[in-house]
């Protein structure tokens, strides 16, 4: 068997491994998947009309600003993910099935591609939850074209993916489980301080550059080009390049720890 076919081999035993914990211990899955909807909820019901006066809703038709949160609320589902899967490679580093790997005759790279497999495929399987409870809340994409969204489909992963390889790199750099759930807190908040809720132009001349300045706001006005057809401009070229940084970031720093030489 050639080294792709072990490599292949072991990194499917990996994910299937990783997607049984999962399924063994929905609470993290769901606490996780739950936070977005509830914002969503929140945003939609108790703020819709009262938001919907500052993006054209003229604050008697939330439909506009439904339109204007779910690519926010979708961004925000996949910044949330991956604080599972800090917690779940620290579970691995901290009580020792690691150094167990270590010395089986298994391919080194298929635990991490395990983790951020499986952790991509969740991500994803929770952005379909949160898109049905969007759909059924009132927002359509009438006129994006299937090229618009299998576009949409693959920023997404890639956003994924970035954000999944960073969430290993903290899981791993943890000396606990607790100290990764801390750790991986900012990419569950980050997107509270983005274009998720209101426009960059709206909020304060101090705090515009917070958001203006950071990954998830061009994948938000990207992700809302697409699905509603608003203006892409630059922002398309800044995702990619914030998720080529990140995930190359998050790879060196993941891998440079797993191959450290245990003490």
């Given at each position: 068997m050639s080294a792709l076919s072990l490599a292949v081999r072991d990194s499917s035993t990996m994910l299937?491994?990783?997607?049984?914990?999962?399924?063994?211990?929905?609470?993290?899955?769901?606490?996780?998947?739950?936070?977005?909807?509830?914002?969503?909820?929140?945003f939609v019901y108790v703020f819709g009309d009262v938001m919907s006066v500052g993006i054209g809703g003229g604050g008697a038709d939330r439909s506009d600003y439904i339109a204007y949160l779910v690519p926010g609320t979708l961004l925000m589902t996949l910044g949330a993910t991956p604080a599972g899967t800090a917690v779940a490679v620290s579970m691995d580093m901290t009580e020792g099935i690691i150094d167990r790997f270590r010395t089986m005759a298994i391919h080194r790279?298929?635990?991490?591609?395990?983790?951020?497999?499986?952790?991509?495929?969740?991500?994803?399987?929770?952005?379909?939850?949160?898109?049905?409870?969007?759909?059924?809340?009132?927002?359509?994409?009438?006129?994006?074209?299937?090229?618009?969204?299998?576009?949409?489909?693959?920023?997404?992963?890639?956003?994924?993916?970035?954000?999944?390889?960073?969430?290993?790199?903290m899981g791993m750099a943890s000396p606990s489980v607790e100290a990764a759930s801390n750790n991986a807190l900012p990419l569950m908040l980050l997107p509270l301080v983005s274009s998720a809720f209101v426009p960059v132009e709206a909020m304060p001349g101090w705090f515009r550059p917070v958001a203006e300045y950071q990954p998830f706001t061009p994948a938000i006005e990207t992700l809302r080009g697409l699905l509603l057809g608003t203006e892409i401009g630059a922002n398309g070229w800044a995702t990619v390049a914030w998720c080529l940084g990140l995930t190359g970031l998050g790879y060196r720093w993941s891998t440079s720890l797993f191959n450290r030489d245990p003490k």
């Open positions: 299937r491994r990783n997607l049984l914990h999962a399924r063994r211990y929905p609470s993290l899955t769901l606490n996780i998947l739950l936070t977005p909807i509830v914002l969503l909820l929140l790279g298929s635990v991490l591609i395990g983790h951020v497999v499986g952790s991509v495929l969740q991500a994803i399987a929770s952005v379909v939850v949160v898109g049905a409870v969007a759909v059924a809340i009132g927002f359509r994409s009438t006129d994006a074209t299937v090229l618009e969204w299998l576009a949409a489909f693959g920023l997404m992963t890639l956003v994924a993916l970035a954000f999944t390889w960073i969430a290993v790199g």
